[in-house]
C-alpha cells in the first residue's frame, strides 16, 4: 500500500494499523527472548525436550496473561 496515495483518514488507519503490527512484533520479540533464556539452559538440539516445551508454553502463557492484564489497567486509567 502507497500511502502517498492515501486521504487523511485512511493514512491515520494506516499508521494506526502499521504501529499496532509493530508493537505486536515487538512484544514477540520479548516473549521470545524472555521464555528462551528462561527455558533453554544448554544447547538446543533437534527438538525441545518435554521440560523445555513445557516450560516455553507456560512461559509464554504467564507472558500473554501479564502483558493483557497491563494493556486492561492503562486502558482503565483514560
Known amino acids: 500500500m502507497d500511502p502517498s496515495s492515501l486521504n487523511s483518514a485512511e493514512l491515520e488507519k494506516f499508521l494506526s494499523q502499521e504501529k499496532e503490527r509493530a508493537m505486536v512484533n515487538e512484544m514477540v520479540a520479548k516473549l521470545t527472548s524472555a521464555c528462551w533464556d528462561k527455558c533453554i539452559t544448554s544447547s538446543p538440539g533437534s527438538k525441545f525436550s518435554s521440560s523445555e516445551t513445557?516450560?516455553?508454553?507456560?512461559?509464554?502463557?504467564?507472558?500473554?496473561?501479564?502483558s493483557l492484564i497491563i494493556m486492561k489497567r492503562f486502558q482503565s486509567m483514560n
Open 54 to 66: 513445557s516450560c516455553l508454553s507456560n512461559c509464554a502463557h504467564r507472558y500473554m496473561d501479564m
